[in-house]
C-alpha cells in the first residue's frame, strides 16, 4: 500500500472526478457508430485508451503504460486507426505538463516510438498509407514524418505549457518571499520599536530611582540635623549659642536646597553635581548637630573616581544621619575609616533605644536610606550590610577605588 501511495501522485479529488468523467466520454464516443472512415476500435482498445485518459494525471507512468498496452493490442489484433490513438496524443500531452523530469523525457521517447512505429505499422499493412509512401518524394516525406511530427508536437506543446507554468510558479514564490521578507521586516522593525520604547522606559525608570535616592539622602540628611539642632534651642541659656545654632539651622536649610538643584540638574543636564562635602565635613555636620562622633582613620587615603567618590560621601551621609535618627539620645556615635589596597571600609555603630531592639512600634522611617545605600554601592562594584548586634546598631560598606578619579578628601 506504502509503494502505491509513492507512486500514486497527490492530486486534488476534483481533478481526479474530472478526469474518469472525461474517460468515460471518451469511451462513450470511441464505442459510438459513426462512420468517420475509420475503423471501429475493439473493447480492449477502448478500454486500455480509456483507463489512459482517466490516470493520465494522476499517473502519468501508468498512463503511459496503458498507451503501450493500447499498441499491443491495436498492432496484436490487426486493428486500424482509429479514434482511440487519440489517447496517445492525450497522455503524451499531459504528461510532459505535469510529469516529473523522468516521465517527461520517457514520454518524448514514447512520442518518438510509436509516431516510428505508426509508420512502420500503416506501411506494411495500410493501401492507403502506401500509395502515400509511393507517390512523390515530398508527399512520401510528409506522410512518413507525419505521426512522428505529431506526437513530438503535442509533447513539444506540453514542455511550452510546462514551462510558462514553472516561471508563473516562479513569480508567485518571488511575490510570496517579497510579501514575507516585508512582513519580517515590519515586524523586525516593531520588535526594534518595541525594544527601544522599553530601554527608554527602563532609563527613565533609572533616573527616576536616582532622583529618588539623591533627593533622599540631602533632605534627609539635611532635615535630621535641622531637627537636631532645633530640638537643642530650648535648652540653650546663652544667647550667643542660640545665634549660633539658628545660623547653622539656616545654612543647613540652604545647603541642602542647593544640592536637590544640582541633583536635578544633573539628571537633566542642565547643571554639574556638586559634591556632598568631604567624608571630615559631614562628620563635623553631624557633630555641629550636638552629637558626639568618635571618629578614626586607619590606612592612607587613595584617590576615589567621581562616580565613587560621591557614593562614599552620600554613603556616609546616610549613614550618619540614620545614626541621628534612631539612635539613642546623648551617647556617641562611632565612625571607622579603613582604607585598604583596593577599596575604602566605612563603619558606622550607634547605641539603639530599647524599642528598636525589641521591634516595638518607632518612626523607622520607610527604609528606603538602607536600600538606597546597597543598591548604589552594588552598581559601583561595592557592598554594604547592616544589622542590630545586641543593643549596638552596626552598618558596613565598602567601596572600591577608581585610580581615573581625584582623591575623596
Do not use: C, K
Not at 103 to 128: C, D, K, M, P
Not at 297 to 312: D, H, S
Request: hydrophobic share 50%; net charge negative; aromatic share 4%.
Amino acid at each position: 500500500m506504502t509503494e502505491a501511495r509513492t507512486f500514486i501522485r497527490p492530486i486534488a479529488t476534483r481533478s481526479i472526478v474530472i478526469d474518469v468523467a472525461w474517460a468515460g466520454l471518451a469511451a462513450f464516443v470511441f464505442l459510438l457508430p459513426i462512420d468517420l472512415e475509420l475503423e471501429h476500435a475493439s473493447l480492449l482498445a477502448v478500454l486500455a485508451a480509456s483507463a489512459a485518459i482517466a490516470v493520465r494525471r494522476v499517473s502519468p507512468s501508468t498512463a503511459m503504460a496503458m498507451v503501450v498496452v493500447l499498441g499491443i493490442v491495436q498492432v496484436g489484433g490487426g486493428e486500424r486507426p482509429s479514434l482511440v490513438d487519440l489517447a496517445i496524443f492525450v497522455v503524451i500531452g499531459t504528461t510532459a505538463v505535469v510529469g516529473t523530469r523522468a516521465e517527461v523525457v520517457v514520454s518524448g521517447i514514447l512520442a518518438f516510438v510509436a509516431g516510428v512505429g505508426t509508420t512502420l505499422y500503416l506501411a506494411s499493412t495500410g493501401f492507403r498509407f502506401l500509395v502515400l509512401i509511393n507517390g512523390p518524394r515530398d508527399q512520401a516525406f510528409l506522410a512518413m514524418a507525419a505521426p512522428v511530427t505529431a506526437l513530438l508536437g503535442v509533447w513539444a506543446g506540453g514542455i511550452a505549457i510546462r514551462a510558462f507554468r514553472s516561471r508563473d510558479r516562479e513569480s508567485e514564490r518571488r511575490a510570496d518571499a517579497e510579501a514575507a521578507a516585508s512582513l519580517a521586516e515590519a515586524v523586525a522593525s516593531e520588535a526594534e520599536a518595541t525594544a527601544t520604547r522599553a530601554i527608554d522606559v527602563a532609563e527613565a525608570e533609572r533616573i527616576r530611582a536616582d532622583i529618588a535616592r539623591d533627593v533622599h539622602d540631602v533632605v534627609g540628611h539635611s532635615l535630621a540635623v535641622i531637627i537636631a539642632q532645633a530640638d537643642s534651642v530650648p535648652f540653650l541659656d546663652d544667647e550667643a549659642r542660640v545665634r549660633e545654632v539658628s545660623a547653622t539651622i539656616a545654612s543647613t536649610a540652604r545647603s541642602s536646597l542647593v544640592e536637590v538643584r544640582q541633583v536635578l540638574g544633573h539628571i537633566d543636564g542642565s547643571s554639574e553635581v556638586t559634591d556632598p562635602g568631604t567624608l571630615e565635613e559631614i562628620v563635623h555636620g553631624i557633630r555641629e548637630a550636638g552629637v558626639e562622633v568618635d571618629r578614626t582613620v586607619r590606612g592612607v587615603p587613595a584617590p576615589f573616581g567621581a562616580a565613587t567618590g560621591t557614593a562614599a560621601r552620600r554613603v556616609l551621609q546616610e549613614m550618619l544621619t540614620n545614626a541621628l535618627r534612631h539612635g539613642a539620645p546623648g551617647l556617641p556615635v562611632i565612625v571607622r575609616e579603613t582604607w585598604r589596597s583596593a577599596d575604602l571600609v566605612l563603619e558606622v555603630e550607634n547605641v539603639v533605644p530599647d524599642a528598636l531592639r525589641t521591634g516595638a512600634p518607632t518612626t523607622r522611617g520607610s527604609g528606603r536610606g538602607l536600600s538606597g545605600m546597597q543598591s548604589r554601592l552594588t552598581a559601583l562594584g561595592g557592598s554594604f550590610d547592616a544589622a542590630v548586634l545586641d543593643d549596638v546598631f552596626a552598618a558596613r560598606a565598602r567601596i572600591p577605588f577608581d585610580v581615573q578619579g581625584g582623591p575623596v578628601r
